[in-house]
């Protein structure tokens, strides 16, 4: 089975502008969370979405937006880009809504640098 | 990001050497997630725990869910083993939603 796969891995912006990252969950999988990593934040929550609803959000600003398509691919959004949105993007996907009881597929990151 | 702590922040090993990482966490969890995260940023999720113990080749997990602990063990450490090691766990609605540590960044020399 292919696993979980993002894109693009690395991508690069200004201020201002706005980006929207792509998640191809593993086959047979229906949800996929998405996180932000930074060196001073670490690893955060952005949001989770199961059979195209979002289910869970985390503490960002409306800036940050997602959504599920009907074959469980994720996109996310981030508009009026801000130099501290410079981060890795991970997705994860699981079997069934994620519930903190089974096991989360990463994919290797979209490495955003905004400028 | 106080609900969890891990400790160390970073470890120096020699190869060979037996490594204990901690995380403990102040919050009420169902289950407690290991994960490794190499150079480049590929994480991995090497033990998901509810209760007890788990082994895996030379890495042991354990959990005391009444004292909010858990241990991550490498036996017999190699270079290979030189990664980022994050606890984390669900919380929020339904558990949906991941809190992780900060990580340990354990680095094993030959």
């Known amino acids: 089975k292919a696993g979980v796969t993002q894109t693009p891995r690395y991508l690069i912006k200004t201020r201002g502008q706005q980006v929207t990252l792509s998640c191809s969950p593993i086959?047979?999988?229906?949800?996929v969370s998405w996180y932000q990593q930074t060196p001073g934040q670490g690893l955060q929550f952005l949001f989770e979405?199961?059979?195209?609803?979002?289910?869970n959000k985390g503490n960002f600003p409306g800036r940050f937006s997602g959504r599920q398509f009907s074959n469980s691919r994720s996109e996310m959004n981030v508009s009026t880009l801000e130099l501290g949105d410079s981060a890795l993007y991970l997705c994860?996907?699981?079997?069934?809504?994620?519930?903190?009881?089974?096991?989360?597929?990463f994919g290797p990151g979209t490495r955003l640098t905004v400028l | 990001k106080n609900e969890v702590e891990q400790s160390p922040q970073n470890l120096t090993a020699q190869e060979g050497e037996f490594i204990t990482i901690n995380c403990s966490y102040s919050?009420?969890?169902?289950?407690l997630h290991w994960l490794q995260q190499h150079p480049g940023g590929g994480i991995v999720s090497l033990f998901m725990?509810?209760?007890g113990k788990k082994k895996h080749g030379r890495l042991i997990a354990t959990i005391n869910i009444q004292e909010k602990h858990s241990s991550l063990h490498i036996t017999a450490s190699h270079p290979r083993d030189s990664a980022v090691y994050i606890c984390?766990?669900?919380?929020?609605?339904?558990?949906?939603?991941?809190?992780f540590g900060d990580g340990t960044t354990l680095t094993v020399k030959p």
């Open positions: 994860a996907s699981s079997l069934a809504v994620y519930r903190g009881t089974d096991t989360q597929y």
């Open positions: 086959s047979g999988h229906r949800s």
């Open positions: 979405y199961f059979s195209e609803t979002q289910r």
């Open positions: 919050v009420g969890i169902s289950a």
């Open positions: 725990l509810s209760s």
């Open positions: 984390a766990f669900g919380s929020g609605t339904n558990a949906g939603k991941s809190t």
